[in-house]
Nanobody, 124 residues
Framework: QLQLVESGGGLVQPGGSLRLSCAAS????????IGWFRQAPGKEREGVSC????????NYADSVKGRFTISREHAKNTVYLQMNSLKAEDTAVYYC?????????????????WGQGTQVTVSS
């Protein structure tokens, strides 16, 4: 069964850091652009960041630029989201998903199914 599995969430104080991981079960991520999305309570799911198939290009939502970094490690079939300088408004369930590309640039439009997500809570 093809499945994406997110991990690495937790409780962190404002200003802290977390690194999320997105791994694949049953297929390889290495041929796809991958994105991270998040959904806070009572809000719609929003795109956070994406990375192209090769890792050569990335895209970030304005709200996380300069604080979050997306990367991928083909040898481990994993995509990461390094989150620094976390704020209370970053609190959400974070999901990864395959995303669309336009001329090799990833865009924050998901395709396929969602994993179970990983909870990130930023609170003192």
């Amino acid at each position: 069964q093809l499945q994406l599995v997110e991990s690495g969430g937790g409780l962190v104080q404002p200003g802290g850091s977390l690194r999320l991981s997105c791994a694949a079960s049953g297929f390889t991520l290495n041929y796809s652009a991958i994105g991270w999305f998040r959904q806070a309570p009572g809000k719609e799911r929003e795109g956070v960041s994406c990375i192209s198939r090769t890792g050569g290009t990335t895209n970030y939502a304005d709200s996380v630029k300069g604080r979050f970094t997306i990367s991928r490690e083909h040898a481990k079939n994993t995509v990461y989201l390094q989150m620094n300088s976390l704020k209370a408004e970053d609190t959400a369930v974070y999901y990864c998903a395959l995303v669309r590309t336009v001329q090799s640039m990833c865009i924050l439009m998901p395709t396929g199914s969602w994993g179970q997500g990983t909870q990130v809570t930023v609170s003192s």
